[in-house]
């Protein structure tokens, strides 16, 4: 466990690559009052937790294998960094994108996630820019109303998106075209993920949780919670539901509150899995999860 590095600093997300490798963002508290931007690496490996600094409030983090093994972050402004085994690339997605939209865009980057090792930016007032090159990403949000405020995006391919947002905006890419979908609620969607069973599930503010795929979704009456679901994931085979204070698995048609073991978390948040490991984070807890325990990280 390494503790005494994030001593007075807030965990703003996390990403695990490998079991014993992964990625910690976090904030100075002091500084963010101050309105300072900023951000506190961490690279996580066996234990040990290698320390960065960076200029920008980065938000969001995901893993790429296009065009190069690496690590994405981005902030709401736009600014992004991409990290490679070459170094590392930054620059305003705003900028450094094409083709120009018809309006100019200065800020409303929501969050960056993975589909196929291909990196995706999802905002505010219909944006979505995918990354193509270290310093290039493609525009490709045409179709998308400026009325819609995405926060999350998932996809099966890149033929085949599906980007969620506030009062139950759901919105699905099918080769070239954005198709509104219409779910049963109108609440704020915050999580989408396209699973390994081939459903899409999609969750947001009041415990609401949701199954279908293209034109067909219904609510699953979970009865676990009625706490806003802020991240969701597929893990050997399971789907992992998080709120601020729990990590939930679906089991059947029920969320059932997973088994931390003697050292729970005090604050959950995202979810973030891969070759065989899951991470829980938090403001000030990551856990590792191998399918059978929970291993304190942070």
């Keep these: 466990m390494a503790q ?12 695990v690559r490998l079991p014993g490798l992964g990625y910690i963002y976090a904030a100075d508290p002091k500084k963010e009052k101050r309105g300072v931007p900023h951000t506190v ?13 960076a200029n920008y409030d980065a938000h969001s983090l995901a893993l790429i294998a296009k065009p190069e093994l690496g690590l994405v972050s981005i902030a709401g402004n736009g600014y992004y960094s991409v990290i490679t085994a070459q170094g590392s690339k930054s620059g305003d997605i705003f900028s450094d994108s094409t083709p120009a939209p018809p309006t100019p865009r200065i800020s409303g980057i929501r969050s960056v996630s993975s589909v196929e090792g291909e990196a995706y930016a999802l905002g505010l007032r219909g944006i979505v820019y995918r990354l193509t090159g270290l310093k290039s990403w493609a525009r490709i949000d045409e179709g998308l109303p400026d009325t819609f405020n995405g926060q999350a995006l998932d996809g099966f391919s890149a033929g ?12 699905q890419l099918e080769g070239a075209q954005w198709t509104r979908r219409e779910p049963p609620t109108s609440a704020t969607l915050t999580a989408v993920k396209c699973a390994g069973n081939g459903q899409v599930y999609v969750a947001g503010h009041g415990g609401v949780l949701l199954e279908g795929r293209g034109d067909s979704w219904r609510a699953i009456p979970h009865g676990g919670t009625e706490d806003n679901i802020w991240d969701l994931e ?12 729990h990590v939930y698995r679906l089991e059947g048609e029920r969320l059932e509150a997973v088994n931390f073991g003697a050292d729970p978390p005090k604050s959950c948040y995202q979810l973030s899995a891969s070759e065989g490991v ?15 325990q929970w291993t304190r990280v942070v």
């Design 234 to 245: 597929w893990f050997q085979d399971r789907l992992y539901v998080s709120t601020l204070s």
């Design 41 to 53: 690496t961490f690279r996580f490996k066996d234990g040990v937790l290698t320390r960065g600094d």
């Design 160 to 171: 085949d998106l599906y980007a969620v947002g506030r009062e139950g905006a759901l919105w």
């Design 278 to 292: 899951m991470w829980s984070n938090g403001e000030k807890d990551i856990l590792s999860f191998d399918g059978t």
């Design 4 to 15: 005494s590095s994030l001593k007075g600093l807030l965990i703003r997300t996390a990403v």
